[in-house]
């Protein structure tokens, strides 16, 4: 059993995000109170001799708390009794982490300043159609169903701007997958999502498209605005808004190409990120597929320990694009407009599947079957596929009359 975290944003309506806010302010209210409580004592204890100090931590503050809170804060049992609870848990935590030197000493929170959230103890969180039960409240939509199965150990809810988000951490069980294939070599690209040796391609999805020439022109307007003015924070605000839309729906995508990926594959070779690539160049679309690349990335490797699968990645100056897939000879020059890969030896291919197959040749089990059919697949096929619900001969079938980028 491992427990997972999926964050899932939510659709309250204004009397619920009424209470959000307050659950907030009562969370932020607790930790700072705690904090100047714990600091006070702090100071009284430090010019007494050591055996006449008292004991400092979360719990007894959070009792003394509890014995004040009725007269004192009353508004506080407005909201789930977490609220005020867990900010002692949060703050003897903390206060750990600063002796250990791991973090810094604990701060207030000021409002509107910090990160606004709450806590909510599993026992008091249900899932029912769609939506979940916070104490005090009722039902809240959820935009999604939670990823993993599973009892629910805790949730917090949190605000981003103006939207709200539960973030619920579920106990599950991971079942062991059989992938039935050896290795496969998957290249992201810019165009399209992402490029396999077995000559599967897949799109990006047209909501990613449409976002991205969305960003381009919020972005560019933004550029004309005069930075800091009025308008400047507006346009900012659009920009950051489609950003957000932009990463769901890719992050959305690479779940799905990433349980493929584990689930059919016993090997699985990638690109190195380059880092320093991601900060220099400021095309916008490069900029993004980098980020999508860092996210399938860190997906691949969390469900690779998870299931048990081979994740090899490439070294960071692994010429995947440059060198030839047949004969290893390396190009020194490729522009990104070269989009067909030729070489002396004879081959040409696209360039992402020599890229995939150089990738996958990084697997030592024998070279890369570079006959397969290619085939272009959704990131829905890939989802039907790792979940069993479909096979690949069923698909190939259903897409006979589907086009293919390498045939
Ligand atoms: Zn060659």
């Known amino acids: 059993m491992i427990c997972l975290a999926h964050k899932i944003e939510l659709k309250p309506k204004n009397k619920q995000k009424t209470y959000f806010k307050k659950a907030c302010g009562v969370s932020r209210f607790a930790w700072n109170w705690g904090l100047a409580a714990w600091e006070k004592s702090y100071q009284e204890n430090k010019n007494l001799p050591k055996e006449e100090r008292s004991p400092i931590n979360g ?64 026992d008091q969180i249900k899932i029912q159609n769609k939506k979940i039960r916070v104490p005090n409240l009722g039902l809240v939509r959820l935009k999604e169903l939670p990823r993993f199965e599973g009892p629910i150990r805790s949730a917090t809810f949190s605000r981003k701007a103006d939207r709200w988000f539960v973030s619920l951490q579920i106990d599950t069980i991971i079942s062991p997958k059989s992938p039935s294939k050896e290795a496969v070599g998957v290249d992201l690209g810019i165009n399209s999502l992402v490029h396999t040796s077995d ?57 799905k190409v990433s349980s493929y990926f584990t689930s059919q594959y016993k090997s699985i070779a990638i690109e190195h990120l380059n880092v320093f690539g991601m900060l220099k160049n400021h095309k916008l679309s490069r900029a993004i597929s980098d980020l999508g690349f860092y996210e399938l990335r860190r997906q691949l490797e969390y469900k690779s320990e998870m299931y048990g699968n081979n994740l090899v990645l490439a070294d960071m100056f692994f010429p995947s694009s440059k060198k030839c897939s047949s004969c290893g000879n390396i190009k020194k020059d490729l522009s990104l407009k070269e989009r067909v890969y030729t070489c002396g030896c004879g081959i040409s291919l696209d360039r992402d599947f020599n890229a995939s197959l150089n990738l996958r040749n990084l697997i030592k089990i024998g070279p890369a079957r570079s006959e397969s059919k290619p085939r272009e697949m959704t990131a829905l096929d890939l989802w039907r596929l790792s979940i069993g619900s479909t096979s690949i001969d069923e698909l190939g079938n259903e897409q006979q009359a589907s086009m293919s980028k390498f045939a």
């Not at 407005?78 to 030197?101: C, D, M, W």
């Not at 550029?223 to 400047?232: F, L, N, R, Y």
């Open 59 to 122: 719990m007894a503050l959070k009792k003394e708390f509890n014995k004040i809170k009725k007269e004192q804060f009353p508004w506080t049992f407005e909201v789930t009794k977490y609220a005020s609870q867990q900010p002692f848990i949060h703050l003897n935590t903390a206060y750990g982490r600063f002796f250990k030197g791991i973090s810094g000493k604990p701060k207030f929170k000021k409002r509107n300043k910090s990160v606004d959230s709450f806590y909510v103890g599993g």
């Open 199 to 255: 000559g599967v391609s897949i799109p990006s999805p047209k909501p990613l498209r449409k976002g991205l020439r969305a960003l381009r022109r919020a972005s560019r307007r933004l550029s004309h605005k005069q930075k800091g003015s009025k308008a400047w924070g507006k346009q900012m605000l659009k920009v950051q808004k489609i950003h957000m839309r932009i990463s769901n729906i890719r992050k959305d995508t690479l779940h």
